[in-house]
């Protein structure tokens, strides 16, 4: 079965450092890979996506991902984040053969330090 | 845009009564649409696929006569949770799906969830 690990459950940060947060996948096939944030109170959002071309893909709010196929990752990262970017972060696949049926991280609480 | 609303966003009911949530996609039409449900600090997880016109499917360990679905038109579904009790109690979030002309992948747009609270 299709599965994603988010290894850090929480992370916490300064203003200005850089983020990475990882994420991994299990699944043999073509997928199609994301990252969400769920802001405080908010709904989920879509930060970037990738399902083809170039493996660094850029997303909004200054974050970015990189789909590495040999190790199964989509990690995400910020070179300088900010207070604002406090939120819950989801990874989430989709099978090309899964009808659309999107399968999510745990998700990693990022909260930053002012 | 791809907006999608929830009705209501919060709901307290007493044991063993219905609630009915609506999720509504409001500038485009959505022939498959998702609920999910995430218990606090946890991840959400997919509870049934909702396609417009025909039955749901439902994931395993999900009851279909618990929690019922409709997707009676292209922009809108509906989940009741019949004889709710509390441990129904959780934050249920729809998605629905775009089709992109450009490409053959369908992005999802999620709704802002309700949070059902069961005395």
């Known amino acids: 079965a299709q599965s994603v690990s988010q290894h850090n459950h929480h992370v916490i940060l300064s203003e200005a450092a850089s983020l990475e947060l990882g994420c991994n996948y299990s699944?043999?096939?073509?997928?199609?890979l994301f990252w969400y944030v769920q802001y405080p109170g908010q709904h989920l959002q879509l930060l970037l996506k990738y399902f083809s071309g170039d493996p660094l893909v850029k997303g909004i709010k200054g974050f970015e991902a990189e789909f590495i196929k040999s190790k199964f990752s989509f990690n995400l990262r910020k070179p300088s984040v900010q207070w604002s970017d406090t939120a819950e972060y989801f990874c989430a696949v989709i099978s090309r053969s899964s009808a659309s049926k999107i399968i999510f991280g745990s998700g990693t609480r990022l909260s930053i330090r002012p | 845009g791809a907006v999608v609303s929830q009705h209501p966003s919060w709901v307290i009911c007493k044991s063993g009564t219905s609630v009915k949530i609506e999720c509504r996609s409001l500038d485009f039409q959505a022939t498959t649409m998702f609920w999910y449900r995430q218990f606090p600090k946890q991840s959400l997880m997919l509870m049934a696929t909702s396609n417009e016109g025909s039955k749901a499917t439902y994931e395993q360990g999900v009851e279909k006569d618990k929690f019922l679905i409709n997707h009676a038109s292209l922009t809108l579904s509906t989940l009741t949770v019949t004889s709710a009790h509390p441990e129904d109690s959780s934050f249920y979030i729809c998605?629905?799906?775009?089709?992109?002309?450009?490409?053959?992948?369908?992005?999802?747009?999620f709704g802002p969830g309700t949070r059902l609270t069961v005395l």
């Open positions: 998605s629905a799906h775009k089709r992109e002309a450009s490409s053959s992948y369908n992005e999802q747009f």
């Open positions: 699944y043999g096939g073509t997928v199609n």
